[in-house]
């Protein structure tokens, strides 16, 4: 008997790809194997992101072709899973007949029980948010992958009107240090150096039951041995406090390099956003970074096009760009989503003015992105390898700043989670090529 296969694809951010690493676990550990090919696949999962409406679009565009695979395969199961899942619920089920469950977020634990309430004829809707949600340390296909991920705090409290993720992951519900030490520790014996912790507000962390917050869980996580590399995203501007900065000063293996979403220069902006920040007191927390941290590097996302955003806020973004020097930046047009508040605001920006913002916002960056890479040629760094190049013989990893860097080199040599020490020949405006020093 062939053994039953799997394919997973995945949206959004690295909450979503660590759900899917446990959705991966839980189905192997029921002898059902991953394929590359979603038409030889018996189970097809599609872990979507909502966070605006065209990845959603795409997300049932993509069940439309799946669901053809039906005609030769009518034992296969197609599940959503994610933030689609969690926003559409019942209405994906009804809207698409061969659709098998809908799976939220916050039961990925539970995808074993789904299937096989739907091999007893259910078509399965498991969202919501349960008090108690499993989680099956051992059950999570970690290989291929060159860090390790650890949840430590979901949802979100705070209601920025653009956002949609209150919704769809609940609210703020944080791990305990003691699973959370537990989990690293795990990850580390099995022979990770890089721990990314998550969270869609990973600084708003607080121990359950202890008086602790996220400057104490850096206190304890980075000293742990054989953790080479410590990240955490997404940081919000407003939760970083001064003994968070002292940590990120005091632990070397804390990487130098930071996500901190601004979304707006504009303060009239930020305020329609409810982000709860100006952009001088954002400004002053990357000095008080800068000033802890000489070698950080940060990254952002930013909104153009936000409801009512003027020609003159507009300016006061790209003004805040230009004094950043952002080593990244992840820009989008506004996208309305249902059940926020901003749809409701005045004054939308029309789709040409906006596309037209989010060009020169890019434009704008890539020059500064190409002189700061362009200060790096020449020097020295070790990579963490995350896979092979798009050329042969070339391989792909980050600098400990998050870079993206291609070299000369072979997986057989250096296969994904290796380090290997590089020195940088050249810049491009969004990686750097360099040539390995370890052979
Ligand atoms: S902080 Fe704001 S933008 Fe971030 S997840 Fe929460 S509501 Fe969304």
Redesign the pocket.
């Known amino acids: 008997m062939t053994a039953r296969r799997y394919f997973i694809e995945t949206w959004g951010c690295q909450m979503n790809e660590l759900d899917s690493q446990r959705m991966a676990g839980q189905l192997m550990a029921q002898g059902i194997l991953p394929t590359r090919d979603p038409q030889e696949a018996d189970v097809i999962l599609l872990n979507s992101c909502s966070i605006r409406d065209k990845a959603q679009q795409k997300v049932y565009s993509r069940i439309g072709e799946y669901r053809l695979f039906k005609g030769e395969r009518p034992q296969l199961r197609i599940g959503l899973c994610g933030c689609v899942a969690q926003q559409e619920g019942q209405r994906a089920l009804d809207v698409v007949p061969d659709l098998d469950f809908v799976l939220g977020p916050a039961r990925v634990g539970e995808l074993r029980e789904v299937l096989s309430r739907r091999d007893a004829g259910e078509r399965v809707l498991a969202t919501g948010f349960p008090e108690v949600r499993p989680f099956d340390l051992d059950a999570i296909a970690r290989d291929g992958s060159h860090k390790g991920m650890v949840t430590i705090i979901e949802g ?5 009107t ?5 919704t769809t ?1 609940g609210a703020e519900r944080s791990r305990s240090l003691r699973e959370i030490v537990k989990e690293v520790r795990h990850l580390l014996d099995y022979g990770f150096v890089e721990i990314e912790l998550l969270g ?2 990973v600084n708003h962390w607080r121990d359950p039951i202890e008086n602790l917050d996220f400057a104490d869980l850096l206190a304890v996580v980075a000293p742990m041995a054989g953790l080479k590399r410590l990240r955490f995203v ?1 940081s ?1 501007p407003r939760d970083f406090t001064p003994r968070m900065i002292e940590q990120v000063a005091l632990h070397s293996n804390i990487c130098p390099y930071l996500h901190l ?1 601004v ?1 707006s220069g504009s303060n009239s902006v930020l305020r329609r956003m ?2 709860g920040y100006t952009h001088e007191e954002y400004r002053a927390l990357v000095a008080a970074l800068r000033a802890a941290r000489a070698d950080l590097a940060i990254s952002t996302d930013l909104i153009v096009g936000f409801p009512g955003e003027t020609e003159a806020e507009f300016q006061d973004t790209l003004q805040l760009v230009e004094d950043m020097n952002f080593t990244a930046l992840y820009a989008f047009k506004y996208s309305p989503r249902p059940g926020t508040a901003a749809p409701r605001l005045p004054d939308a920006v029309d789709d040409v003015t906006a596309s037209r913002r989010l060009q020169i916002l890019l434009d704008f960056q890539n020059v500064i992105q190409r002189r700061l890479n362009e200060d790096l040629v020449g020097r020295e760094y070790e990579v963490l390898v995350t896979g092979a190049g798009r050329q042969t013989g070339t391989l792909a990893g980050r600098t400990p700043c998050h870079r993206i860097v291609h070299f000369n080199g072979e997986p057989s040599m250096y296969p994904a989670g290796s380090l290997v020490q590089v020195r940088v020949d050249r810049a491009l405006t969004h990686s750097l090529l360099a040539s390995s020093l370890s052979a």
Not at 156 to 160: I, Y
Not at 162 to 166: A, G, S
Request: glycine share 6%; with cysteine.
């Open positions: 979100c409290n705070k209601r920025c653009f956002c949609i993720v209150p992951r869609q507000t997404t919000y979403p979304q409810g982000r």
